[in-house]
């Protein structure tokens, strides 16, 4: 994987957002285990703004929200399209997902993989991941919400 990369962005609120390219070295295009295991909960308002999902989410109070499928952890996110572990497994919201999707890196900022990765791989059959090189690019840049 010569050519992998993540794209870390912050916003102006100094969140910080994990985009993935769309291309055969992106590790996530085969695998899809952080969708099948985390409770994808996040802030309710994310709904209201035009900022994350608009469907399919329950709700879980009156501040919090939750993807459906992923509810209490250990569930498949109902967004996830295809097979585990298998090529072409992708996230059918993906430009809209929320906040904890986006936060999720693959990769530390030192390159390092995240050990909450190599885990999820593991379980699901998946060789661990490589450190990135030190050269490889990992565009680090800011952003405006929506840019």
Known sequence: MAKGIQIRRVIDDNRIFIDMPDS????CSACGACCAHFRVSFYCGELAVGFGPTHPVSKLNNVMACMK?????????VTLIGKL???GISCSIYPNRPTPCREFAVWLKNGTPN???QRL???IGLPPLHPLPS???????YATIGG
């Open 135 to 141: 050269n490889a690019p990992i565009f680090d840049g």
């Open 69 to 77: 499928g992923a509810e209490a952890g250990n569930g498949r996110c």
């Open 85 to 87: 572990g298998k090529s």
């Open 121 to 123: 791989r593991a379980q």
């Open 24 to 27: 055969p070295d992106n590790p």
């Open 115 to 117: 050990p909450a990765c």
